[in-house]
C-alpha cells in the first residue's frame, strides 16, 4: 500500500469554525489531490497540488484552501466550516498527472453541526 | 449528461456467477481508464488500468471501447469477497495542460452466499 495518512481521521465541529486536515505522503509523488465524497456524487476533486507552492482549483473549492510546504504534506483548510461541508475527505497522490493512477489516503470522516 | 456514468445497482449476484459493469463516458479525447473497489467506509483502491486492447488479471477483465465509448468491467466466478463498490476513472487533458480525473458514481455489487 501507498504510504498515505491523514488527520484526523474523524472530526466533529461547529459552524463558522476553521477546520484543517492534513495529507501525509512517504512516496515522494509529485501530485496530491483533496476530494470530497457524498453519496449520490462519487468524488469530487476540491483542491490539488504539482508541486511544493503549486496548488490548483479543482470542481469544488468554494470555502476550502490548501497549502503545500512540503512535498510530503498537503493540508486543507475550511475557512468556516458548513452543515454543507459534512463529508468524507480523501487525499490521493500520484507520481504523474493524466496517464497514472492514483492512490488514496484512508480518508476523514468530518460532521459540522 | 454526466462525463463518467455507472449503474448504481445494486448487483444481487450469487456465489460463483460471472457479472458484468458498463462505465460510459463523454468526452472522445478520454486518455486513460481505471477501474477502483471501494469497500464500505474505506477509501478506494485501485482494482486495474484498462488498456486498448483489453486486459485480464485472475478472474477480471477490463475492456474498453473507445468508439462507444465505454469501459467494462467482467468479474467470473464471484466470491463473497468480491462484495463492493466498483468506480470507473476517466482523465484527459484539459486546454490548460492539466489533466482531470472524473470518477463514476460507483457500482454496488453484492455476491449472495
Known amino acids: 500500500d501507498a504510504g498515505i495518512t491523514q488527520s484526523p481521521r474523524h472530526k466533529v465541529t461547529e459552524t463558522g469554525t476553521p477546520v484543517t486536515l492534513r495529507c501525509h505522503q512517504t512516496e515522494n509523488h509529485r501530485y496530491m489531490y483533496w476530494y470530497r465524497q457524498d453519496p449520490g456524487h462519487g468524488l469530487r476533486l476540491i483542491h490539488y497540488?504539482?508541486?511544493?507552492?503549486?496548488?490548483d482549483k479543482g470542481e469544488v473549492s468554494d470555502g476550502y484552501s490548501v497549502s503545500r510546504s512540503k512535498t510530503e504534506d498537503f493540508l486543507l483548510t475550511l475557512e468556516s466550516a458548513t452543515s454543507s461541508q459534512t463529508s468524507v475527505y480523501f487525499c490521493?497522490?500520484?507520481?504523474?498527472?493524466?496517464?497514472?493512477?492514483?492512490?488514496f489516503g484512508p480518508g476523514t470522516r468530518l460532521l459540522v453541526l | 449528461r454526466k462525463e463518467v456514468e455507472q449503474d448504481p445497482g445494486p448487483f444481487n449476484v450469487p456465489e460463483g456467477a460471472t457479472v458484468a459493469f458498463n462505465c460510459t463516458y463523454s468526452?472522445?479525447?478520454?486518455?486513460?481508464f481505471f477501474w477502483y473497489r471501494q469497500d464500505c467506509r474505506k477509501e478506494p483502491k485501485l482494482l486495474m488500468s484498462?488498456?486498448?486492447s483489453g486486459n485480464e488479471d485472475g478472474r477480471f477483465t477490463a475492456q474498453l471501447n473507445r468508439a462507444s465509448q465505454y469501459i467494462s468491467l467482467l468479474i467470473r466466478d464471484s466470491k463473497l469477497s468480491d462484495s463492493a463498490t466498483y468506480l470507473c476513472v476517466v482523465t484527459w487533458a484539459t486546454a490548460s495542460g492539466t489533466y482531470k480525473y472524473i470518477f463514476g458514481t460507483g457500482t454496488r455489487l453484492k455476491v449472495l452466499a
Open positions: 468526452n472522445s479525447a478520454s486518455q486513460s
Open positions: 497540488s504539482y508541486g511544493v507552492k503549486d496548488t
Open positions: 490521493a497522490i500520484s507520481p504523474l498527472a493524466g496517464q497514472e493512477t492514483q492512490y
Open positions: 484498462v488498456y486498448s
